[in-house]
């Protein structure tokens, strides 16, 4: 016999992201209906998973602590009841790199620019 199990939810649909800076991402997607919560799992290209982050119910969470100029793969999980759906299509991105900038003026032509 066949034993075919079934997912509470389906996967998150539409992972995207905005607002990506040195050190953090704001991932966005799709609500799933029923979901209770999300988690989004994060791993850099290194391949080590980091801390599950999870929280309220919404369709949005802002990661933060990442590394500068950094490869990292986003996946994200619906929950209902404790049971967790397939994670969704995997994301890639890069962070910002972190640029120091010891003068925001560039000196042309014996003028100032700003």
Request: glycine share 8%; aromatic share 8%; proline share 8%.
């Given at each position: 016999?066949?034993k075919?199990t079934?997912r509470?939810?389906?996967?998150p649909l539409?992972?995207k992201?905005s607002?990506v800076?040195?050190?953090?991402v704001?991932?966005?997607?799709?609500?799933v209906t029923?979901a209770q919560?999300y988690r989004?799992?994060?791993?850099p290209?290194?391949g080590?998973?980091?801390?599950p982050i999870?929280?309220p119910?919404?369709?949005?969470?802002?990661?933060v602590?990442l590394?500068?100029?950094?490869?990292?793969?986003?996946?994200?999980v619906?929950i209902?009841?404790k049971?967790?759906?397939?994670p969704s299509?995997?994301?890639?991105?890069?962070t910002g790199r972190?640029v120091?900038?010891?003068y925001p003026?560039?000196?042309?032509?014996?003028?100032?620019?700003?």
């Amino acid at each position: 016999p066949v034993k075919i199990t079934t997912r509470a939810v389906p996967a998150p649909l539409g992972v995207k992201a905005s607002s990506v800076k040195t050190t953090s991402v704001t991932l966005s997607w799709s609500p799933v209906t029923g979901a209770q919560d999300y988690r989004v799992v994060v791993t850099p290209k290194a391949g080590r998973v980091l801390q599950p982050i999870g929280g309220p119910a919404t369709w949005e969470r802002k990661i933060v602590g990442l590394e500068a100029g950094q490869d990292y793969e986003f996946a994200v999980v619906a929950i209902q009841d404790k049971e967790e759906s397939l994670p969704s299509k995997t994301l890639k991105v890069t962070t910002g790199r972190d640029v120091d900038v010891a003068y925001p003026w560039i000196f042309v032509d014996e003028h100032f620019t700003f």
